[in-house]
């Protein structure tokens, strides 16, 4: 796998931890009534919330700390520097 699609990969993580901070309560909701099923579980989250069944699963596995105001801020500040790196391998 090449960098630039790790970083891409990572980019998807962070954006879907972000997602889910930002949508806790919905997220619980859904997860309070859903399948047993992980694997149905993941793609019912996708399609309900238009996200990938990777970023559904990143989601699903998220531990509670990553909520916290400090987590959120670091990843929002890892998720603009993933961006930033993003830009510079598509300008060349």
């Known amino acids: 796998m090449s960098e630039f699609e790790n970083l ?3 980019r998807q993580i962070l954006q ?6 930002e ?6 909701e859904f997860c309070a009534s ?3 099923d992980a694997a149905v579980t993941a793609r019912d989250l996708a399609e309900a919330f238009d996200i990938t069944e990777f970023q559904a699963d990143v989601i699903l596995t998220m531990q509670v700390r990553r909520f916290s105001p400090h987590s959120v801020a ?3 500040a890892q998720l603009h520097d993933v961006e930033s790196e993003i830009e510079q391998f598509l300008k060349g």
């Open 34 to 36: 859903s399948s047993p």
């Open 23 to 28: 949508n806790a309560i919905r997220i619980v």
């Open 8 to 10: 891409q990969g990572r």
């Open 74 to 76: 670091n990843v929002r």
């Open 16 to 21: 879907a931890l972000l997602f889910a901070t």
